[in-house]
């Protein structure tokens, strides 16, 4: 059995979750369910980065300690998560003492081994308090950050360490060039090599003005204790996610699952830190674009505008991560629309699946009193048969969209195969082999559709599982989607699969 750990970025602890942080888990879920659905030992971890000035301050205002602030917005992150069907097996905090001590080992075991990897300097700049930042020129405008235009930035000096992140520039352009599917997609990769051309600069790794974080574990040569600047404390969730108690995770993971705006940190500083420990390296980064809703970037101004809660209500937590992977995918940006969104629903859910659903097993229930016949296979099996090795094809590449049209097109060919046997007048004609052919091709279809939208739409997906009175478990069931039998099971006629939304009114 093959491991597979697989991680997401985690969450920083100042505000609600938003569509952007469920595109991300959902994106991720899909890939761990599929990766189990193949019968591999998954390990999914997901959590909550919840150190930093912005917690404090955020808890400071709200007459909370920053601990009581990161245990409400947790518990709020990980109810959506229940919501919207996310299956982690681990939930990390870097409040954790687990994580807090992993995070000092780790900087230990890089002065143990690379002593000059750290040193001390003067630094002074512009901070941005949203950023949690030092800004450079490139990214002001007219004195303020352009990130946060209505802060305004701090002129601060103090003595920090630093790590000497441009001494591995030479190792890390080796590493990417013998390993050049390390991130993808593609256009990802690209971004990288463009980074090192402009030259690597070192990076802060602790503060000595932010009291929420994890002590570095030595002061500066004059006395002042030092805090794990943000990439520091971070990054090692996923290392120190395996040393929490009951965690099966074991490092390396096999896929970082990111957001394109922290790639740079996931395939140039994560790595450097890394390999200056000792420690072996992810096998594979996965960088996924932005959803955009009316021409902005869904985050925490937007996410104003668009509420996640309502996008859940709306059609069901199935149908919203149906519709973000099928409609926006999991590589380039995308567009969100109420529209779009009510089209796909209506049309690929309520029409396609919905329809062939409770069309296929009325006739079975009406014909042969729901009990699935035995049946010659048909072109639809040969259909379906092609199907799983396109389905398996695009999710082996993180192809999630193209992973969802295989099953679609499978969809459309049943509501055809329907309508070009048309099997009431078989019925009609007695034509009662014919007929058997139709039913139980239609009802290995579905199971076969139960399986491949499993990872998509993991209660739909079980609900149909259990119309089709299929026994083997769905999540693990790739078997069966390879060689379905439905002869002799006992199916029930769905209500209300995927409901019609009503009329608006007008
Ligand atoms: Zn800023």
């Known amino acids: 059995m093959a491991r597979f750990f697989l991680t997401t970025a985690i969450d920083y602890a100042n505000g609600d979750p938003h569509m952007g942080h469920a595109f991300e888990k959902v994106g991720a879920d899909c ?16 959590g909550m980065d919840e150190h930093g000035q912005k917690v404090a301050r955020t808890a400071a205002a709200e007459n909370l300690s920053p601990q009581e602030l990161t ?27 687990p994580h ?7 900087i230990d075991r890089i002065f143990e081994r690379n002593p000059d990897d750290f040193y001390e300097q003067t630094y002074h700049g512009l901070y941005c308090v949203g950023c949690e930042a030092f800004k450079t020129p490139a990214d002001i405008a007219d004195g303020r950050c352009v990130i946060h235009p209505t802060r305004t930035l701090e002129e601060v ?30 256009i990802r990769r690209n971004e990288i090599l463009g980074l090192f051309r402009q030259g690597l600069e070192d990076v802060s790794a602790s503060r000595a003005r932010l009291p929420w974080g994890v002590p570095f574990p030595r002061p500066t040569s004059d006395g002042e204790p030092q805090t794990t600047y943000v990439w520091f404390d971070a990054l090692p969730n996923y ?8 965690s099966r995770a074991s490092w390396p993971a096999q896929l970082h699952v990111v957001g394109k705006d922290i790639t740079r940190f996931h395939c140039v500083i994560w790595p450097a830190m890394l390999h200056a420990a000792g420690l072996p390296l992810p096998e594979q980064v996965w960088a996924h674009g932005f959803i955009y809703f009316g021409g902005d970037r869904l985050s925490k101004s937007a ?26 995918g999991f590589a380039n940006d995308g567009n969100f629309t109420w529209e779009r969104f009510d089209e796909r629903y209506v049309a690929d859910l309520a029409d396609g699946l919905g329809n062939l659903a409770s069309r296929s097993l009325a006739m079975i229930e009406k014909y042969r009193g729901g009990s699935v016949p035995e049946g010659a296979p048909s072109s639809l099996d040969d259909a379906g048969a092609r199907t799983m090795t396109a389905y398996a094809s695009a999710m082996d590449r993180f192809d999630l969209r193209g992973g969802g049209e295989a099953v679609w097109e499978l969809v459309s060919a049943a509501n055809q195969y329907i ?20 039913l ?17 739409m993991p209660g739909k997906a079980a609900e149909l599982w259990g119309l089709l009175g299929q026994n083997a478990t769905l999540a693990t069931a790739w078997q069966v989607g390879e060689q379905p039998e439905a002869a002799g099971c006992q199916v029930r006629k769905p209500e209300g699969l995927f409901p019609k939304p009503a009329p608006a009114n007008s």
């Open 71 to 97: 245990d409400r917005v947790a518990s709020q992150f990980q109810a959506t998560w229940r919501l919207l069907g996310i299956s982690h097996d681990q939930f990390i905090r870097t409040t954790s003492e």
């Open 31 to 46: 890939i761990a369910r599929y990766r189990r659905l193949r019968g591999d030992d998954v390990w999914f971890l997901i």
């Open 239 to 246: 290392w120190t996610a395996s040393r929490f108690p009951g």
């Open 419 to 438: 309508v070009q046997t048309a099997p009431w007048s078989l019925a009609k004609q007695g034509k009662d082999r014919e007929l058997d052919q139709v």
């Open 303 to 328: 996410g104003v505008r668009l509420d996640l809660q309502e996008a859940i209500s709306r059609h069901g937590a199935d149908a919203l991560r149906y519709f973000l992977l099928r409609e926006v």
């Open 157 to 186: 000096e103090e003595r920090n360490w630093f790590f000497r992140l441009t001494r591995y520039q030479g190792w890390l352009e080796e590493f990417h060039r013998t390993h050049p599917t390390f991130v993808q997609p593609e």
């Open 100 to 106: 807090r001590l992993g995070v000092r080992e780790l």
């Open 440 to 456: 139980a091709s239609l009802a290995r279809c579905l199971s076969r559709i139960a399986v491949l939208t499993g990872p998509f």
